[in-house]
């Protein structure tokens, strides 16, 4: 599946809906369509996650750039309509904050993908 993203501009605020496989190929473009708000006059950006199928660490790189400049300028940046598989990304990601040692991007892509399987599975890791 590809991506796509769609940003409807309301005045001081974004929202960005997410759709298909954010990875390394297309987080590029991606991160290419946000940037122009970072430095903006947009106070507060929010990412739509519910047609977001797979994330990936370099997707993950583009929202986490996204909040440093944002909130460099007192903005907010929100998450909605985040779906079990991609909530657990983000929790695991906040548990690594303390063990966030991977011996490659390509490893911590791996991991990512095995914890979403497990997830649309409704398996748990615990």
Same mark, same amino acid.
């Given at each position: 599946? /590809?991506? !796509?993203?769609?940003? &409807?501009?309301? =005045?001081? !605020?974004?929202?960005?809906?997410?759709? =298909? &496989?954010?990875?390394?190929? &297309?987080?590029? %473009?991606? %991160?290419?369509?946000?940037?122009?708000?970072?430095? =903006? !006059?947009?106070?507060?950006?929010? *990412?739509?996650? /519910?047609?977001? %199928?797979?994330?990936?660490?370099?997707?993950?790189?583009?929202?986490?750039?996204?909040?440093?400049?944002? %909130?460099?300028?007192? /903005?907010?940046?929100?998450?909605?309509?985040?779906?079990?598989?991609? $909530?657990?990304? *983000?929790?695991?990601?906040?548990?690594?904050?303390?063990?966030?040692?991977? +011996? !490659?991007? +390509? $490893?911590?892509?791996?991991?990512?993908?095995?914890? $979403?399987?497990?997830?649309?599975? =409704?398996?748990?890791?615990?």
């Amino acid at each position: 599946m /590809g991506f !796509s993203c769609k940003i &409807t501009d309301r =005045g001081n !605020s974004i929202i960005i809906e997410l759709v =298909g &496989t954010l990875d390394s190929n &297309t987080a590029p %473009e991606f %991160e290419a369509k946000v940037k122009p708000y970072w430095n =903006g !006059s947009v106070s507060f950006v929010v *990412f739509d996650f /519910g047609a977001l %199928e797979y994330l990936s660490s370099a997707g993950l790189r583009v929202f986490f750039a996204t909040r440093k400049h944002v %909130e460099a300028r007192n /903005g907010r940046v929100y998450f909605v309509n985040v779906p079990a598989h991609i $909530q657990k990304v *983000f929790d695991i990601i906040n548990a690594l904050l303390k063990e966030n040692i991977f +011996a !490659s991007v +390509a $490893q911590l892509d791996e991991y990512l993908i095995d914890i $979403q399987k497990k997830a649309k599975k =409704g398996k748990t890791e615990k």
